[in-house]
């Protein structure tokens, strides 16, 4: 029974991992331009992370990311648009 208690919990540990690390999504890239929608907790804001999101997607085809648009989608979320240059 130890052992699978253990079990359970270590596969709820590692498929919850990546939903941890990755950060907010990335809704759309295609090379050009990358999409990352983020929530807004009240006094926190998420650019840096999304803005460091955009520059890994960027940099996978030789380009960095410069953010054109933030625009609200919903309460308390915010699609944030980059071009890859």
Not at 18 to 47: C, M, R, W
Not at 50 to 69: D, I, M, N, P, Y
């Amino acid at each position: 029974m130890r052992i699978l208690g253990f079990s359970a919990l270590a596969a709820v540990a590692i498929t919850a991992t990546p939903a941890l690390a990755g950060g907010p999504p990335i809704v759309q890239f295609n090379g050009y331009s990358v999409t990352i929608e983020a929530g807004k907790a009240s006094g926190l804001d998420p650019t840096k992370v999304v803005t460091s999101k955009a520059e890994q997607a960027c940099s996978s085809v030789g380009k960095s990311a410069r953010l054109e648009e933030e625009r609200q989608i919903r309460p308390m979320r915010f699609q944030y648009f980059f071009i890859c240059l």
